[in-house]
């Protein structure tokens, strides 16, 4: 059992780039969730997702899109790259009010 | 709306002493409120969770966590710090509902000391 799994790992990107990163879950959750994580701001909500084909904004959308076309998967995408979205990327998923599982984290460079 | 201050970004505790880790929350629904556990390099592991049951709950690693609505908090407690406890701890609230979004605090860094 996989749980929540984030690609990639590690990413260096240039300003204006663009990249998408994947979070895929094998736990058949409803809801799933993108996070930044930065230091001394705890993890603020991107964007998140109720169902598959639904999406909705968090606190922070601002530079990211996100799909969720299938259940399993939940795709971050950032259209062209700035330094302030260099953090690491938490994707986690739940099932209704349950807790949230969490993957491993996507640590993200912009140069 | 909801939100979650974690009173104290740093704490340091010498090994075998209490742990306190203070958690206050706001939310328009009854909460449901979590503690997860960082380590360095990782992601998110739950410790314990609140859901309207009881208002004492046990966790993992022995850490538990008091419920106390008058005082809208949620500290999470240890009798005795061990080495392995050094980390960074986050307090969460849910309020429910089909939208159902996890609102974090900034976390507090507990250090152990021999």
């Known amino acids: 059992n996989a749980g929540v799994t984030q690609t990639p790992k590690f990413r260096v990107l240039k300003t204006g780039q663009s990249m998408t990163l994947l979070c895929a879950q094998d736990m058949n959750h409803e809801y799933m969730y993108w996070y930044r994580q930065d230091p001394g701001m705890g993890l603020r909500l991107i964007h998140y997702?109720?169902?598959?084909?639904?999406?909705a904004k968090g606190e922070v959308p601002d530079g990211y899109n996100v799909s969720r076309l299938k259940k399993q998967n939940f795709l971050l995408g950032l259209e062209s790259a700035a330094p302030s979205q260099t953090s690491v990327y938490f994707c986690a998923s739940s099932f209704g009010s349950s807790q949230a599982f969490f993957g491993q984290g996507t640590r993200l460079t912009v140069v | 709306a909801q939100s979650v201050t974690q009173l104290g970004s740093h704490v340091s505790v010498s090994e075998g002493a209490l742990v306190l880790l203070r958690c206050n929350y706001s939310?328009?629904?009854?909460?449901?409120l979590f503690w997860y556990v960082q380590y360095p390099n990782q992601g998110l592991q739950l410790l314990l969770k609140y859901t309207s049951a009881a208002t004492l709950v046990k966790g993992i690693n022995g850490f538990e966590a008091e419920f106390k609505k008058s005082e809208t908090s949620f500290h999470l407690t240890k009798p005795s710090a061990h080495m392995s406890d050094a980390a960074e701890y986050f307090c969460?609230?849910?309020?429910?509902?089909?939208?159902?979004?996890?609102?974090f605090g900034t976390g507090t860094r507990l250090q152990v000391t021999l």
């Open positions: 939310s328009s629904v009854p909460p449901y």
């Open positions: 997702s109720v169902g598959e084909g639904t999406t």
């Open positions: 969460a609230v849910r309020g429910g509902g089909t939208a159902s979004k996890l609102t």
